[in-house]
């Protein structure tokens, strides 16, 4: 006959059975099951889930608070700066103004194509760069890698004025050019033109293609691509049938970052000093600083804007599916 006293027998049981209190101290024993949480949030009464909500609560507004003082209302203010022209009240004369005007046009034109384009090259560049990364060994991968990761948080300006040292006005080819030959100025003078703005964009935003292409492959099943090998498929069929489909959400996803980024670049189009090259957030600079025209400036950023979310939300939404 077992000596143990029912007070030991009914901690033993607590212990055992999920979901029960330790009648010493009160506390719910960690491998409750969603079932006993639930019919436990149904015992509880008004007031106590009141004072729960009450706490999420206090926890939420701190965040919520500075995300409106420091993000959302010097949003709203260049909102409400669009629809107030120079001459007071409120009004959509600046939007009319603006979309009428041929510097805007052709502004969202070149932010457009050079977005476009630049996402185009990096796609294409990006898969070139990420499949030899991947799958063609040779020493240093990893290094190089890595040095991707690196890459993405270096400033833009600084490819800029990279390439600027090498394809510039007096850069190193001009300046061998002019001392091979003698002659007053070298041949290349690309960069100041719409080319050098989309090769400097090429340049500086495919890491952000290749980032999640590596990280793509490296879930890829190496099986699949050595019984295509061991059919007969050549490299070039093995790519197209079994290796881009795997890719195409990474391709997607790391496409849609660098077009919404293309699409508020500033920083390179000032450094390469391109002439007729004006993109929208080079027009809201010149609107506000040097025109002093702060109702223009606003309604060109908030087009700007529009754009960008409206690309960002089509980001995340490739992103989602793709797993990243």
Known sequence: MSSAVPG???????????????????????????????????RETPKTRGTRRGRRLLWVLPPVAALGL????????????????????????????VFASEAFREALTTTVWLALGSTA???????????????????????????IDVFLSFPSFLITLALLFIYGTAGMVNGAWTDLTGAASGPVQFLTTPWGVLLAEITYFTPFVIRP???????????????????????ARIVRRVILPEALPALAAGG???????????????????????TLPALVYSKAILESDYPAACVVAVVNVALSVGLYAVYRMVARRAGA
């Open 8 to 42: 030991e027998v009914a901690e033993r049981e607590s212990v055992r059975r999920p979901g029960t209190r330790n009648d010493r101290d009160g506390t719910r024993d960690r491998d409750e099951t969603p079932k006993d949480r639930a019919t436990r949030r149904d």
């Open 70 to 97: 420091f993000f959302l209302y010097p949003l709203a203010l260049v909102v409400r700066q669009s629809f107030s022209p120079d001459e007071g009240g409120t009004s959509i004369e600046p939007y009319t103004e």
């Open 121 to 147: 090259g990096c796609l294409v560049l990006g898969f070139a760069l990420a499949l030899v990364i991947a799958f063609v060994p040779f020493p240093g991968s990893r290094a190089v890698a890595r040095f």
């Open 213 to 235: 292409l590596l990280a793509a492959f490296s879930q890829l099943d190496t099986a699949q691509l050595e019984v295509a090998s061991s059919l007969g498929a050549r490299p």
């Open 256 to 278: 849609s970052l660098v077009l919404v980024l293309c699409l508020n670049e500033f920083g390179i189009v000032l450094f390469t000093g391109a002439k007729g090259v004006t």
